[in-house]
């Protein structure tokens, strides 16, 4: 016997999704995508660094990249930087890097030291 769908409104055919697959969806609806652009400064930095470190440091900027307004990143601005942004990629490791607001862009500035960020502030200030 087949089930008579004309006799059930439109939205009690829809099939049901849970409340973790509506807000993936409302996400993934409002989210925009970035294009990274990595620094020559960045591909400087990462030489330091262990690949564990760069691995997460990657991690983050394809999370970047997908929505920077993700929670997971915890985003904090730079005082006294407009657009620049730092995000931990490990216990002393900080990942610098500035939204283009217009083009829709992260540009990927540096993987620095958490007690460099002082003096990088600085830098970049002088840099203009």
């Known amino acids: 016997h087949g089930l008579d769908l004309d006799r059930f409104p ?5 099939p049901a999704h849970t409340a973790a697959e ?6 993934a609806a ?4 970035s294009l990274p652009i990595f620094s020559d400064e960045f591909y400087e930095s990462i030489r ?5 470190i760069v691995r997460n440091a990657f991690e983050k900027i394809y999370r970047l990249s997908e929505d920077w307004r993700h929670p997971s990143l915890r985003a904090i ?3 006294g930087l407009p657009g620049y ?4 990629v490990a ?6 890097y500035r939204r283009g607001e217009r083009t829709g862009t992260v540009e990927i ?3 620095i030291d958490r007690e460099d960020l002082a003096r990088y502030i600085r830098q970049a200030k002088t840099r203009g």
Do not use: F, H, M
């Open 10 to 14: 439109a939205t009690e055919r829809r």
């Open 91 to 96: 216990t002393d490791v900080r990942l610098i």
């Open 48 to 52: 330091r660094w262990d690949r564990k």
């Open 85 to 88: 942004y730092r995000v931990r």
């Open 22 to 27: 509506e807000s993936e969806r409302a996400a």
């Open 30 to 33: 409002t989210a925009t995508w």
């Open 109 to 111: 500035l540096s993987l």
């Open 77 to 79: 601005p730079l005082e």
